[in-house]
């Protein structure tokens, strides 16, 4: 089976190549429910190179995720590069890529051509429909990120290139943003909560306080996006790690920037719109409203209080209010997806309850936004510009997949799986959160509308 597709990205050859051949790249490329690269440090696409990614969600043990592993060939550093099948699922593969710009008269503009050919196992030949549409998918939504990224960096190509320091840099948002960073020709260097350290890697222990100022040196940023998920039933043992796995982090960093003379000038810190409380119906909730009530609203507003000396010190403070992200690697969308692929999803709030949602793409851009904006300080709002009912959620959602959205989720399985004052404030919350803030400093989300965005996401 031969696929050949071509795409279009307005940006020169040149900057489409080097893209390319930078760290972060394949995490780019991939998407997050459906592979994970072996080494998201890694770049380039020289010849020799060997790729492995494990195949499923990241959710699953590894032992239920296969491993793919392709080997880079016939590489000439202008774009043309060729990716064989070492090991893996299909009898055999192999994938010819040619960046090329489009029109000789208009180097803005380039083209990625792609041809693969490709052979399943026989037993499986009568899917090669299925796998035709699921890798033609895939090539669209490279291409889409590849331009959506690229439109990103160009904000900033005429600024310095950063280092910056990035806390909680496996999680859902901070593994897109390390990636995202590394693609734009920034320097990452992961904060881990471990003794042994690679390059560039920076260790650090908030539960003992530890933190060395020496190994702040030279970096420009700290994105502190560490926490424990909150995705978790709420016990009396899992609401303490939750708040005390973010002030301790945060104030940990606070006051080691605060005391450096040489340090780095800003914390990106993350923060949540449950700062706002879960239930704010009939209000259109800015930066500059008060906070809410409730276990979420009192671990925000002492998470962003945490920061406090480091303002007081003089270093540029930014909170990213970070609203429900839509991905099909985790956070609020994946428990849907097996009930609406089985037909029996719906809705899982009040008709008329409002989310404030935004794709792990553009939060992770946001981030990025935070941390390369000299003007970015105080709150942000980290939310799309067209926040969704949970009606339109459900029947969006529904159409994207192509299955019924009928039957509202019974308020028990929220309350089974997060207690009851988790759902209270998870699942049941109706906030409607202003982006405006975040529009108005520069930042344009790639997807702002649901149904746009849920293609994406999906690859539908």
Do not use: C
Not at 267 to 285: C, D, F, H, K, T
């Amino acid at each position: 089976m031969r696929i050949e597709t071509t795409h279009r990205v307005d940006h020169p050859h040149r900057d489409v190549v080097d893209w390319h051949e930078r760290p972060g790249a394949l995490i780019r490329l991939t998407p997050p429910g459906l592979a994970t690269p072996d080494d998201p440090a890694e770049g380039g696409t020289r010849a020799g190179r060997i790729v492995g990614v494990r195949l499923g969600p990241p959710l699953l043990p590894d032992v239920l995720r296969p491993r793919w592993v392709v080997r880079h060939t016939d590489s000439d550093g202008q774009g043309r590069f060729t990716d064989r099948q070492a090991h893996g699922p299909w009898r055999t593969w192999q994938h010819e890529h040619e960046i090329r710009p489009e029109v000789a008269e208009d180097p803005s503009r380039t083209g990625l051509h792609e041809v693969i050919d490709v052979e399943l196992p026989r037993r499986l030949s009568r899917l090669e429909p299925l796998a035709e549409r699921q890798i033609r998918s895939v090539l669209s939504f490279r291409a889409s990120q590849l331009r959506e990224d690229l439109d990103f960096h160009a904000r900033f190509a005429g600024t310095p290139r950063r280092t910056i320091a990035i806390t909680g840099s496996s999680g859902l948002i901070g593994t897109q943003l390390a990636a995202l960073l590394e693609s734009g020709g920034h320097t990452v260097r992961r904060m881990i909560r471990e003794d042994a350290v690679g390059p560039g890697e920076i260790a650090w222990d908030p539960r003992a306080g530890v933190l060395d100022p020496g190994d702040l040196e030279g970096v420009d940023v700290v994105i502190n996006l560490a926490g424990r998920s909150i995705a978790t039933r709420w016990t009396k043992a899992a609401r303490r790690q939750i708040y005390e796995s973010r002030i301790h982090g945060t104030a940990l960093l606070a006051r080691t920037l605060a005391r450096m003379d040489n340090g780095p000038r800003a914390l990106v810190q993350a923060s949540a719109v449950g700062y706002y409380g879960g239930q704010r119906p009939g209000e259109l909730l800015t930066e500059s409203d008060p906070g809410g009530e409730g276990f979420l609203a009192e671990v925000v507003r002492d998470w962003e209080a945490a920061a406090r000396p480091a303002a007081e010190a003089g270093v540029r403070v930014a909170a990213v209010r970070t609203g429900v992200v839509l991905s099909d690697a985790g956070g609020a969308l994946l428990p849907q997806l097996p009930l609406f692929l089985a037909g029996v999803g719906g809705r899982l709030n009040h008709p008329e309850a409002v989310t404030s949602w935004i794709t792990l793409d553009d939060i992770a851009r946001v981030f990025a936004h935070a941390a390369l904006s000299v003007d970015v300080e105080g709150p942000l709002n980290g939310v799309a510009p067209q926040p969704a009912t949970a009606h339109e959620l459900a029947r969006t959602l529904g159409k994207v997949l192509r299955r019924p959205a009928l039957v509202p989720v019974p308020g028990f399985g929220p309350r089974l799986v997060l207690g009851a004052e988790g759902a209270r404030e998870l699942v049941q919350a109706d906030q409607n959160v202003s982006d405006a803030r975040l529009q108005a400093g520069g930042f344009h989300a790639a997807h702002g509308e649901l149904e746009q965005a849920l293609r994406h996401v999906l690859r539908r």
